[in-house]
């Protein structure tokens, strides 16, 4: 299915283990994913550190397919390259007014107002 070369069950195996294991740093502060609680395909930007509870985006998955919503910023920017060391993505793509996106075939429109219109 979709050109993986291991089934999906494996894949997100794998996938879900290097999103675990996966840090990076802006300054000397850590950060990582936790998987959302209440969806598995939903993870938590975060602190490396179970006092902060704060979240700093969401990255939502799909099989092979990532949507990463997080402010722009070195959180954002070292996580991407955090990714890259990882896998090597296709295209990265910012939402703005001027440039929808679509993702698992629905479009993402950014109006004027920050509201974000499917």
């Given at each position: 299915m979709?050109?993986?070369r291991e089934s999906p069950?494996?894949?997100?195996?794998?996938?879900?283990?290097r999103?675990?294991?996966?840090r990076w740093k802006v300054g000397t502060t850590q950060y990582r994913l936790q998987r959302c609680a209440s969806?598995?395909?939903?993870?938590?930007?975060k602190r490396d550190s179970e006092s902060d509870a704060r979240l700093f985006g969401l990255l939502a998955v799909y099989v092979d397919d990532f949507m990463a919503m997080a402010d722009d910023g070195p959180v954002r920017t070292n996580f991407l390259a955090a990714l890259g060391k990882v896998w090597v993505f296709a295209k990265q793509e910012?939402?703005?007014?001027?440039?929808?996106?679509?993702f698992l075939g629905i479009?993402?429109?950014l109006r004027s107002n920050g509201d974000v219109f499917l």
């Open positions: 979709y050109g993986l069950f494996l894949w997100s195996q794998e996938r879900d283990a999103l675990t294991e996966l969806d598995s395909q939903a993870w938590i930007i910012i939402l703005t007014t001027s440039h929808p996106i679509t479009e993402f429109q």
